[in-house]
């Protein structure tokens, strides 16, 4: 197929697999957000957990990228990375974040806006070690989003770690934790046929969760 503008202007998918109403949904986002990531696992769908994570610098230059969720209650949303990281940098300038969740197989997609803190020691430690060794050595060997040379370097020091660390527990590094961003907005999007699709938000004011229906 040879790529050209209308093959992308022709690229549209109908939506009517379901639909979402102010009557139908919790009261409370985050047992909304349950229902939802409920229904994905039950629809076996490729890491449901996958979210894009999108921050912004003290300046406001956005970026964003791929993570994974891996823990949320009424106090948040719960990654893992390196503090150093780019995503680190920008959390510590400016610690406000936005997530998306899309899942294409049911229809839906979840935003997430809201503020950024980190999790306690103990419970980066706890989920630190509940990764595979692999994994925590990695986390120690890789100076995140900084220039490698080649990837040799990276490969040298993971043997490395791996011999000194062998047969023993692989302390979590400082430099390695958890955020959290505590939601002031979460909207839900079900798709609709001709583009009318159902959005649903709940705004955080005065520490109650307000509903509205936006516009698709």
Do not use: C
């Not at 770690?161 to 023993?168: G, H, I, R, V, W």
């Amino acid at each position: 197929m040879d790529l050209t503008i209308e093959t992308l202007q022709n690229l549209r998918q109908d939506y009517r697999s379901a639909a979402l109403s102010e009557a139908e949904v919790e009261k409370d986002p985050i047992k909304q957000f349950a229902k939802w990531f409920t229904d994905a696992l039950s629809a076996q769908l490729f890491e449901p957990n996958v979210m894009t994570l999108a921050t912004a610098d003290k300046t406001g230059k956005p970026a964003a990228r791929i993570v994974l969720l891996k823990g949320f209650d009424e106090k948040g949303f719960t990654f893992y990375t390196n503090y150093n990281s780019h995503k680190g940098n920008d959390l510590d300038e400016n610690p406000r974040a936005a997530l998306v969740f899309f899942w294409p197989a049911l229809e839906r997609q979840v935003r997430i806006e809201g503020t950024v803190t980190k999790t306690s020691a103990e419970l980066a430690d706890q989920y630190f070690h509940s990764r595979p060794a692999g994994s925590q050595i990695g986390a120690i060997a890789s100076p995140q989003s900084s220039v490698l040379n080649e990837r040799h370097f990276l490969e040298q020091k993971v043997q490395e770690l791996t011999k000194q660390y062998e047969n023993k527990e692989i302390p979590r590094p400082a430099h390695w934790g958890g955020y959290v961003v505590n939601p002031i907005n979460i909207e839900f999007w079900q798709g609709r046929p001709s583009r009318l699709h159902d959005r649903i938000n709940y705004q955080l004011i005065d520490g109650q969760w307000a509903i509205s229906r936006l516009a698709p």
